[in-house]
Nanobody
Framework: QVQLVESGGGLVQPGGSLRLSCAAS????????MGWYRQAPGKQRELVAI???????NYAESVKGRFTISRDNTKHTVNLQMNSLKPEDTAMYYC???????WGQGTQVTVSS
């Protein structure tokens, strides 16, 4: 059974930082592209960042230069370092295995003063 468990969300002021983590189990983690998506209230879920099995990355234009995705294949984790956070980054953030359609339960990020 595949499990993706996100952690690290919370409330942060504009300009602040958060680091999200996703722990995966039940899959051969090292062979899959992993992704972070987000969904804000009233909006569609959107891609934030993806990282391939060999470490190539791609980012949404809105987060380029502020967010960094990384993975640790020995620990089966994928992380999202978020810096210079803006109120428009407020959303539920989800970890996923795009090719398998597996999703975590999400972790809430709220950016507000």
């Amino acid at each position: 059974q595949v499990q993706l468990v996100e952690s690290g969300g919370g409330l942060v002021q504009p300009g602040g930082s958060l680091r999200l983590s996703c722990a995966a189990s039940g899959i051969i983690f090292s062979i899959y592209t992993m992704g972070w998506y987000r969904q804000a209230p009233g909006k569609q879920r959107e891609l934030v960042a993806i990282i391939t099995n060999n470490g190539n990355t791609n980012y949404a234009e809105s987060v380029k230069g502020r967010f960094t995705i990384s993975r640790d294949n020995t620990k089966h984790t994928v992380n999202l370092q978020m810096n210079s956070l803006k109120p428009e980054d407020t959303a539920m953030y989800y970890c996923c295995v795009p090719s398998r359609g597996h999703w975590g339960q999400g972790t809430q990020v709220t950016v507000s003063s």
